[in-house]
């Protein structure tokens, strides 16, 4: 199994985040396209994954409150 780099990690949180918001943006203007909506459903998925793996090892990537923190902070 490849060990991914934190840059890899990084690049995964990248493009599923822009995924999700392209699929928001799409299901704005069509509400009831349920194909549609289980994608975004899975990239959302798949997006809390690829933060969860790259906090767990790098920390958090926002500083809002949307992520818990180690000590020391």
């Given at each position: 199994m490849k060990r991914?780099?934190?840059q890899d990690l990084l690049n995964?949180?990248?493009e599923l985040s822009?995924?999700?918001l392209d699929m928001n943006l799409y299901l704005d203007?069509?509400?009831d396209d349920k194909k549609?909506?289980?994608t975004y459903n899975n990239f959302c998925t798949q997006l809390l994954q690829a933060r969860t793996?790259?906090?767990s090892k790098y920390g958090p990537?926002?500083?809002f409150g949307y992520s818990p923190s180690r000590y020391p902070w």
């Open positions: 991914e780099s934190r995964k949180v990248q822009f995924a999700a203007n069509h509400p549609a909506i289980n793996a790259y906090e990537l926002t500083n």
